[in-house]
Antibody, heavy 116, light 106 residues
Framework: EVQLVESGGGLVKPGASLKLSCVAS????????MSWVRQTPGKTMEWIGD????????NYAPSLKNRFTISRDNAKSTLYLQMSNVRSEDTATYYC?????????WGQGTLVTVSS | DTVLTQSPALAVSPGERVTISCKAS??????MHWYQQKPGQQPKLLIY???NLASGVPARFSGSGSGTDFTLTIDPVEADDTATYFC?????????FGAGTKLELK
């Protein structure tokens, strides 16, 4: 069974940095592209970016590429999202997904709240 | 970016047939995908590439369309189908999502 478990969310102040993690199981992690998607409190879904199976290529939403970085550790079957200089509009639930050109599997999400 | 437009809400009775539409601002070929999100849960893939049923999804769900107009059909609707349904395109530039259609059962 495919499982994706995110962690690292919480309350963070504007301008701070935060790193989210996603541990994958139930499939060969190093064979798949992975993505992060976020959902705002108003339920708007936004694709953040994705990373190639070997970590050699990343692709980001243009509005986020200067502040967000996606990486992976295939030895640990773990996906990461480094967020920097966070803003109130980054408040959302962040989902880790397995990406096939569509988001085939989703984790349960981790909530990030940006507030002073 | 490609904008996807969905009706905000629908209400149907169990046993009926329901169609949920998604209109793209430009052609996305058949790279349209559909997700179901129940309250308090993560989204779940239903349909990929316009008409392909994802693994484990009941045959009551089907998808159709190409270009700019797409439809998700549930026939017959069951009480457990109460959820928000999102479309997503992966043909043009960044992946984009529709705002979702909330399906309520009468």
């Amino acid at each position: 069974e495919v499982q994706l478990v995110e962690s690292g969310g919480g309350l963070v102040k504007p301008g701070a940095s935060l790193k989210l993690s996603c541990v994958a199981s139930g499939f060969t992690f190093s064979d798949y592209w992975m993505s992060w998607v976020r959902q705002t409190p108003g339920k708007t879904m936004e694709w953040i970016g994705d990373i190639k199976y070997d970590g050699s290529y990343t692709n980001y939403a243009p509005s986020l590429k200067n502040r967000f970085t996606i990486s992976r550790d295939n030895a640990k079957s773990t996906l990461y999202l480094q967020m920097s200089n966070v803003r109130s509009e980054d408040t959302a639930t962040y989902y880790c997904t397995r990406y096939n050109g569509w988001f085939a599997y989703w984790g349960q999400g981790t909530l990030v709240t940006v507030s002073s | 970016d490609t904008v996807l437009t969905q009706s905000p809400a629908l209400a149907v009775s169990p046993g009926e047939r329901v169609t949920i539409s998604c209109k793209a601002s430009e052609s996305v070929s058949t790279r349209m995908h559909w997700y179901q999100q129940k309250p308090g849960q993560q989204p779940k893939l239903l349909i990929y590439k316009a008409s392909n049923l994802a693994s484990g999804v009941p045959a009551r769900f089907s998808g159709s369309g190409s270009g700019t107009d797409f439809t998700l059909t549930i026939d017959p609707v069951e009480a457990d189908d109460t959820a928000t349904y999102f479309c997503q395109q992966s043909w043009n530039g960044p992946n984009t999502f529709g705002a979702g259609t909330k399906l309520e059962l009468k």
